[in-house]
């Protein structure tokens, strides 16, 4: 599985993003795909996920009702709409897939390269 996120940029503080992973190869062994991020000096945390068969989702509880997470079955491809971006929204945005949800970056065997979102105050 390759997965080639992108859309991250800056963005001032109230503003939308939406942030893109194209996935490619084996994506059917995939049942759960996520969106991580990572601040400078903190850890990789986790930020929603999508179940790619039934479409469920899951959030962590500091972007819910903000971001919303989505996937085009036909196009392989990983959305996060991101609404209302805090400063603390800034990070790199990684996307990634693993084969059971978990809100764990260990949980999930294949990365995007990350894509950059900077909110501004």
């Known amino acids: 599985v390759q997965l080639q996120a992108s859309g991250g940029g800056l963005v001032q503080a109230g503003g939308s993003l939406r942030l893109s992973c194209a996935a490619s190869?084996?994506?059917?062994?995939?049942?759960?795909m996520g969106w991580f991020r990572q601040a400078p000096g903190k850890e990789r945390e986790f930020v929603a996920a999508?179940?790619?068969?039934?479409?469920?989702?899951y959030y962590k509880d500091s972007v819910k009702g903000r971001f919303t997470i989505s996937r085009d079955n036909a196009k392989n491809t990983l959305y996060l709409q991101m609404n209302s971006l805090k400063p603390e929204d800034t990070a790199v945005y990684y996307c990634?897939?693993?084969?059971?949800?978990?809100?764990?970056?260990?949980?999930?065997?294949?990365w995007g390269q990350g894509t950059l979102v900077t909110v501004s105050s």
């Open positions: 990634a897939a693993g084969s059971a949800l978990s809100e764990q970056p260990k949980g999930y065997g294949y």
């Open positions: 190869g084996r994506i059917f062994s995939s049942r759960v």
């Open positions: 999508i179940r790619w068969g039934t479409g469920g989702t």
